[in-house]
C-alpha cells in the first residue's frame, strides 16, 4: 500500500493482533499536548530547532543504546511533532533495510549525542521490546529533560503533558514504502505552511502561531 500522509499521519492505523516486536521497519510520529510548537520553527522551508528540538534529537539517537535490536533510519525533528522510521532487525540481518544514518533530516548535530550515564538512560532493554516500549521510552526520557529545562534554563513551560498520549505509526511493507516515507519526511520542513500540525495553517482551524522560539 502506497504511503498517504492523510491516513498514516492523521490516525493511529495499528494492527489487531500484529507482534510490534517482531523485525521490521515502523514510520512514527509524536505530538506535542495541544500540538504547542516547543522545539524550534521553520525558516525557508528547513527546521531550526532550539535546545529543546536538540534534547528531542538527542533522545532518538539514543534509542539504538537502550534496545540494541533498533537500527535509525530517517528522521526530523518539528516545532511541534516528530517524524521517525524505526527498523527492529532481532536476529535479521541489517542489511535488509538500506541505512539512512548519513543523511537524517534535520540533524543539526552530526555525530554521537553527548555522553550519558547508565543512570541518565536507563539499564539496555533485555527483553524483546515493543514499539510501544520503545516510545513510552522517548516520551518519558524527552519529558524529564525538557522540564529540566524549564527549571534550569527557563524553556518555555509545556502545558500539563509534553506529548499526546497515543502516537501514530504505519508498518513499512516493502522497498517502496520505506522510500516514499522517507520522502515524505524529508519534505517535511517544506510542507509546514500547509502541514495541519502548523497552527497557522488556515485549514487547521487552531490560533494562530506564537512566536517562534529561538
Not at 19 to 26: I, M, R
Not at 74 to 82: E, I, L, Q, S
Request: glycine content about 6%; charged content about 25%; overall charge neutral.
Amino acid at each position: 500500500m502506497a504511503f498517504d500522509p492523510d491516513i498514516h499521519h492523521r490516525r493511529s492505523i495499528r494492527l489487531k493482533e500484529y507482534d510490534y516486536s517482531q523485525p521490521g521497519a515502523y514510520f512514527v510520529t509524536v505530538c506535542t499536548h495541544n500540538r504547542e510548537c516547543l522545539f524550534g520553527h521553520i525558516q525557508e522551508n528547513v527546521m531550526v530547532m532550539n535546545d529543546a528540538g536538540r534534547m528531542i534529537e538527542k533522545w532518538w539517537q539514543e534509542l539504538p543504546r537502550k534496545y540494541p535490536i533498533v537500527d535509525m533510519d530517517a528522521y526530523t525533528v518539528m516545532p511541534n511533532h516528530f517524524h521517525g522510521i524505526v527498523s527492529i532487525v532481532g536476529a535479521v540481518s541489517r542489511d535488509h533495510i538500506e541505512p539512512f544514518s548519513r543523511c537524517c533530516v534535520g540533524a543539526a548535530l552530526r555525530g554521537r549525542p553527548e555522553e550519558l550515564t547508565t543512570k541518565d538512560r536507563g539499564q539496555p532493554h533485555r527483553v524483546a521490546p515493543t514499539l510501544g516500549d520503545m516510545i513510552n521510552w522517548f516520551k518519558t526520557m524527552t519529558t524529564n529533560d525538557y522540564i529540566r529545562g524549564v527549571k534550569h534554563n527557563q524553556w518555555r513551560p509545556f502545558p500539563g503533558k509534553l506529548w499526546q498520549r497515543n502516537y501514530y505509526e504505519h508498518v513499512i511493507r516493502d522497498e517502496h514504502d520505506l522510500n516514499e516515507v522517507r520522502e515524505y519526511i524529508t519534505n517535511n520542513p517544506a510542507g509546514w505552511d500547509r502541514d495541519d500540525d502548523n497552527p497557522a495553517f488556515v485549514g487547521a482551524g487552531f490560533k494562530p502561531a506564537p512566536t517562534p522560539l529561538i
